[in-house]
């Protein structure tokens, strides 16, 4: 019985083998060598995918902070054309600097901050010892004459309204 088992499995086998050469052709021409052709495409599809990722990132990050320089230069020159100062009770608007003066002490000072203003350079002093603009709030370095945004921490040349130096 095992030898009748051996024949019929060797003609199921030797069948199935013809019947693919008819459909498919001879035995070299069915058994392709790999090649890894799609593996290599498949890399190069994935490097693409990755390189577009981190140009999107680069873009993305640049814009934001191209966006945070120029808001910070658009509120140097906003707060350069704004200047609250008003006059009331002792204190006068100085003609000649724009701040107010108090009429009995001869003070100049800042209404936004309270700060005592220097006649001279029309600059104040903070409790640190930090040179400030009065007119803008924002902070002077006396070696280099940038201004320094507190907030934001971003520092710009007044005369080109160029960025300097971010945080």
């Given at each position: 019985?095992a ?6 499995e060797?003609?199921r086998?030797?069948?199935?083998r013809?019947?693919s ?7 070299p ?6 090649n890894?052709?799609?593996?290599a ?8 995918v990755?390189?577009a990722a981190c140009v999107?990132?680069?873009f ?18 906003a ?10 009770g ?19 000072v ?33 070696e280099?004459g940038y201004y ?11 005369r080109?309204q ?6």
């Amino acid at each position: 019985m095992a030898s009748e088992q051996i024949l019929i499995e060797t003609s199921r086998t030797h069948r199935q083998r013809l019947g693919s050469a008819l459909a498919f052709g001879e035995l070299p021409d069915r058994r392709r060598a790999n090649n890894n052709a799609k593996r290599a495409v498949g890399s190069i599809v994935a490097a693409a995918v990755a390189c577009a990722a981190c140009v999107g990132t680069s873009f993305v990050v640049d814009l934001l902070g191209r966006q945070k320089q120029e808001q910070a230069v658009a509120s140097f020159r906003a707060a350069l054309a704004a200047n609250p100062l008003k006059p009331g009770g002792d204190w006068v608007e100085d003609e000649r600097t724009g701040f107010l003066r108090n009429r009995r002490t001869k003070v100049l000072v800042d209404p936004q901050t309270g700060y005592v203003v220097d006649p001279r350079t029309g600059l104040s002093r903070d409790p640190d010892g930090r040179l400030i603009d009065p007119r803008i709030d924002w902070y002077i370095d006396p070696e280099t004459g940038y201004y320094t945004d507190p907030a934001t921490g971003l520092t710009i040349d007044p005369r080109t309204q160029q960025i300097v130096k971010t945080r």
